[in-house]
């Protein structure tokens, strides 16, 4: 099945500073890639997502490019705020085309300082 | 549009008992997806509904089950407890054509 690595944290970074965070993918075709936000207490909320090879998703001041050459899809933002901080996960499904199951990276923790 | 609910939000149970969480999917949603999360193995899929039937199982024991309902909304099932259990659990649903996977908040369980 696909797979996912994602860099391990904690990151700290104080505010306005850049982020990123990288995830690499093994995968079976091409697969939608995902990033998910998880705020303390709370659920995940989708961040972004690419569907195709060179898609960019952005939200929030927050962008990731699906890299086939790299199999890679980093986390980026160019000036982080306190607000920011959370874990952040990397997802593809486990299987390409298999319906809903998603396959999640570990999770990279972020906290972002005044 | 309401988000995907889960109830309830917190559980305490003792070892041996048995626990049922509920799920209300996003309106228009049928597929209903359930995940654990513990610090120690992280997010890890247990299983799948679409329109009453289990689409897709992860690697869970059989005292995890599921099930869902003619309205999408689905429950799951854990039996004979275990501390190992303890954990959040997360619902997530997706649209029958975009795909995407909408969380809802979880529903956070303690085992004694």
Not at chain 1, 27 to 54: N, R
């Amino acid at each position: 099945g696909n797979s996912v690595t994602q860099m391990e944290g904690p990151v700290t970074l104080s505010e306005e500073a850049f982020l990123t965070i990288n995830c690499t993918y093994t995968a079976t075709g091409y697969p939608s890639l995902f990033w998910y936000v998880q705020y303390p207490g709370e659920g995940l909320q989708l961040l972004l997502k690419a569907t195709k090879a060179d898609d960019k998703g952005s939200n929030k001041g927050f962008e990731a490019t699906y890299r086939k050459e790299t199999t890679s899809f980093h986390l980026e933002k160019g000036s982080v705020q306190v607000s920011d901080s959370a874990v952040y996960f990397c997802a593809l499904p486990g299987v390409t085309g298999g319906g809903n199951k998603l396959t999640f990276g570990t999770g990279t923790q972020l906290k972002v300082e005044l | 549009k309401a988000g995907v609910t889960q109830t309830p939000r917190y559980l305490i149970k003792t070892r041996g008992q048995q626990v049922t969480l509920s799920c209300s999917p996003i309106s228009g949603h049928r597929s209903v997806s359930w995940y654990q999360q513990t610090p120690g193995q992280g997010l890890q899929f247990l299983f799948e509904y679409f329109s009453e039937t289990q689409r897709n199982k992860g690697n869970f024991p059989g005292r995890f089950s599921g099930r869902q309902f003619s309205n999408s909304r689905s429950e799951m099932n854990v039996s004979t407890l275990e501390l190992g259990d303890s954990a959040l659990y997360l619902c997530a649903s997706s649209h029958p054509t975009e795909g995407t996977q909408y969380f809802g908040p979880g529903t956070r369980l303690l085992v004694l």
